[in-house]
């Protein structure tokens, strides 16, 4: 019998060229970077997780079943694909949060880290709001990428500076429903379909 990669399995998986990370790796993975933060936040008496959406939202999903500690979930909504430093202000951000962070630690939840210019720029905006600590967390950083800000404090994967679809992650808005995280194939990008 001829044994196929869990990936396989899914209906869009004939799109990609490449397989970056597996949905075994990234189930495992996920778990374990929920052990690493169940133990980071040990000693708090609760956690305020932020999902930046849509892209984190499998992501953070499957990652918060993986923290054993008391939380509370919200999300941001960050419309800017790139963005610099000054590209959010606090009271933007605070409009789409239902959830007052003053006080509070915080762990905020992205994707991917490319550049860093979007994260730096929800984290500058993050801590006007004065939470009482804030940490990042995101699935992928991309090697040799780095343009600003530190990188995130737990990281799923370090990968290679490739444009990456599925697990969240999309293409126009489509793959996000992938198991795994791979490169779509070229002639697949942008189909007269789409527009
Ligand atoms: P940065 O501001 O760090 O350059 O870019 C981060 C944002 O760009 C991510 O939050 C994500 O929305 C988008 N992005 C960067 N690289 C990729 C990628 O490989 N695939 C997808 N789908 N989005 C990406
Ligand atoms: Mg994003």
Redesign the pocket.
């Known amino acids: 019998m001829l044994l196929l990669p869990p990936c396989l399995f899914f209906m869009f998986e004939d799109d990609l060229s490449s397989v970056v990370v597996s949905e075994l790796d990234l189930r495992e993975r996920v778990t374990s970077l929920g052990a690493e933060i169940s133990e980071a936040y040990a000693s708090i008496p609760e956690l305020t997780v932020l999902c930046?959406t849509n892209?984190a939202v499998v992501f953070a999903a499957d990652l918060i079943r993986s923290i054993h500690l008391s939380l509370r979930l919200d999300c941001i909504s960050?419309t800017n694909?790139?963005?610099d430093e000054a590209g959010f202000t606090p009271q933007e951000l605070a409009g789409s949060l239902r959830l007052d962070i003053q006080g509070r630690h915080v762990l905020l939840i992205?994707?991917?880290?490319?550049?860093?210019?979007?994260?730096r720029g929800i984290v500058s905006a993050l801590e006007g709001l004065k939470p009482r600590s804030l940490k990042t967390c995101v699935l992928?950083s991309?090697e040799g990428?780095r343009?600003v800000g530190e990188d995130a404090d737990f990281i799923g994967f370090t990968i290679p500076d490739?444009?990456?679809?599925g697990y969240g992650?999309?293409?126009a808005e489509r793959y996000r429903n992938l198991s795994c995280v791979g490169v779509l194939r070229p002639d697949l990008q942008n189909p007269p379909a789409w527009q």
């Open positions: 930046v892209g960050v694909y790139h963005c992205d994707d991917v880290v490319d550049t860093g210019r979007t994260l992928l991309k990428r343009e490739l444009f990456v679809v992650l999309d293409f």
